[in-house]
């Protein structure tokens, strides 16, 4: 039976279109500092004081309960300002991973003294969190993690490595994904998922500069670090379920099309006029694709929200939309340095995101382990 795509049309309710006016002023008196190279770093932007404002603004959390510090929005209003943010280039690197991951997860999975504990401080823009999967021997082929986790009196002794964490520096705590027992009779038997404290003893870390000079990931070394029980997210052994239900909230979302946005603005603003007929039809072109992409990963939000785990749908917006957001650059760089309307920005944001962009392809499963994955669903490997 051939597959069937969950790729239903989502049209956005007047309430969060409303509420984009907001958070488009939010973000005209909030940004003014930031020179248009620094908002082409999107969500890898890290600044503590504008995740506090927004999480002031109610704006982290939003859909997650009252009770724990949330706000108990729709999943639509939450794309509105997610949207915006990107769109704009505001730096929420700080809360971001807590918001659109680790939060959804110990709501899904976590204990409710790690909700308790967690939860309200991630919403308030305090508490950051970050992804612990891959590892030096283990980065596409997740399953072959090594860093284990032995039972001691009142929870667990964590010894391994993760590699490529994206915050890993600046956050606070870590989600890992760990073998609590031998692999059974599936590689993917023997995986759990402990929430690490990240100033705990044995716990050292180190960033790792990428090739344009920034520190936006690291390394985490764990030696003989104690977990306690309460911080074990999920059932024991189920981690290699819940890392895939993960992964579907972290491969759809507009971050996954939006981060070269700020350079395809400015190429459009500078092409106003249409003199040029080539470089117009070009951006039309582009706009089609970005905005098919828009609906595409409407549709997995909403899916998400109704408890549905469109991994499938997700692996191909984050392919496509990874293309979109290489190709964006590449369409710019052939006009930097003629003599728009207004370049003088465009140069730089250019070369910033050429430079930048070939880790869109690799960051959150690269580009041939999506393909595979839609292949295998599809039923065609
Ligand atoms: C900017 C950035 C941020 C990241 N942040 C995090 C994070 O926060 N947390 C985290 O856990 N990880 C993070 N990662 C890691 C990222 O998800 C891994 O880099 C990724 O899974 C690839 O692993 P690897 O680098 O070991 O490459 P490999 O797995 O060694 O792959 C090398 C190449 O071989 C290809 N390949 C591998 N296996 C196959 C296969 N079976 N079939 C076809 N081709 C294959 C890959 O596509 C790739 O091109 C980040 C990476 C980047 C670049």
């Known amino acids: 039976m051939p597959y069937q795509f969950k790729l239903d049309?989502?049209?956005?309710?007047?309430?969060?279109e409303d509420l984009r006016c907001e958070v488009r002023e939010f973000l005209d008196q909030h940004l003014t500092a930031a020179s248009p190279v620094e908002r082409c770093r999107t969500w890898f932007g890290f600044d503590p004081q504008f995740s506090r404002k927004l999480g002031e603004r109610g704006w982290i959390g939003m859909t997650w309960p009252k009770r724990y510090g949330g706000h108990?929005?729709?999943?639509?209003?939450?794309?509105?300002?997610?949207?915006?943010?990107?769109?704009?280039?505001?730096?929420?690197?700080?809360?971001?991973?807590?918001?659109?991951?680790?939060?959804?997860?110990?709501?899904?999975?976590?204990?409710?003294?790690?909700?308790?504990?967690?939860?309200?401080?991630?919403?308030?823009?305090?508490?950051?969190?970050?992804?612990?999967?891959?590892?030096?021997?283990?980065?596409?082929?997740?399953?072959?993690?090594?860093?284990?986790?032995?039972?001691s009196d009142g929870g667990w002794i964590v010894n391994g490595s993760k590699l490529w964490t994206t915050g890993v520096m600046e956050a606070h705590q870590m989600i890992a994904l760990v073998r609590t027992s031998p692999a059974g009779v599936s590689r993917h038997d023997g995986l759990s998922q402990l929430i690490i404290d990240l100033s705990t003893a044995g716990v050292s870390?180190?960033?790792?500069?990428?090739?344009?000079?920034?520190?936006?990931?690291?390394?985490?070394?764990?030696?003989?670090?104690?977990?306690?029980?309460?911080?074990?997210?999920?059932?024991?052994?189920?981690?290699?379920?819940?890392?895939?239900?993960?992964?579907?909230?972290?491969?759809?979302?507009?971050?996954?099309?939006l981060s070269s946005y700020r350079v395809f603005e400015e190429l459009a603003a500078s092409a106003r006029g249409g003199e040029d007929v080539v470089l117009t039809v070009a951006i039309g072109e582009m706009m089609a694709r970005l905005w098919a992409l828009r609906q595409m990963s409407l549709s997995v939000a909403d899916g998400v929200a109704r408890g549905m785990n469109p991994v499938v749908e997700a692996a191909i917006v984050k392919d496509l939309g990874a293309t979109l957001e290489q190709d964006m650059p590449?369409?710019?760089?052939?006009?930097?340095?003629?003599?728009?309307?207004?370049?003088?920005?465009?140069?730089?944001?250019?070369?910033?995101?050429l430079r930048f962009s070939p880790i869109f392809s690799l960051r959150g499963g690269t580009r041939e382990i999506l393909r595979g994955i839609i292949a295998r669903e599809m039923g065609l490997r």
Not at 209 to 231: I, K, N, P, T, W
Not at 336 to 349: F, G, V
Request: include cysteine; proline fraction near 7%; charged fraction near 20%.
């Open 9 to 16: 049309p989502v049209v956005l309710p007047p309430e969060s």
């Open 72 to 151: 108990e929005r729709p999943a639509s209003d939450r794309y509105v300002v997610i949207e915006e943010m990107l769109a704009a280039g505001a730096p929420v690197a700080a809360h971001w991973i807590a918001d659109r991951q680790s939060g959804p997860v110990l709501l899904e999975y976590g204990t409710d003294t790690a909700r308790e504990i967690f939860l309200p401080g991630m919403a308030k823009g305090e508490i950051f969190f970050c992804i612990g999967m891959s590892e030096p021997q283990a980065g596409s082929d997740l399953a072959a993690i090594q860093t284990s986790a032995v039972r």
């Open 205 to 257: 870390r180190r960033p790792i500069r990428d090739h344009q000079g920034e520190e936006h990931f690291g390394e985490v070394h764990l030696q003989d670090v104690f977990v306690s029980d309460a911080m074990v997210v999920g059932e024991l052994g189920n981690g290699w379920a819940q890392v895939n239900a993960e992964l579907a909230y972290e491969r759809s979302g507009p971050e996954r099309y």
């Open 330 to 353: 590449m369409l710019a760089q052939i006009y930097a340095n003629q003599p728009l309307a207004c370049p003088s920005s465009l140069n730089a944001m250019t070369d910033y995101l």
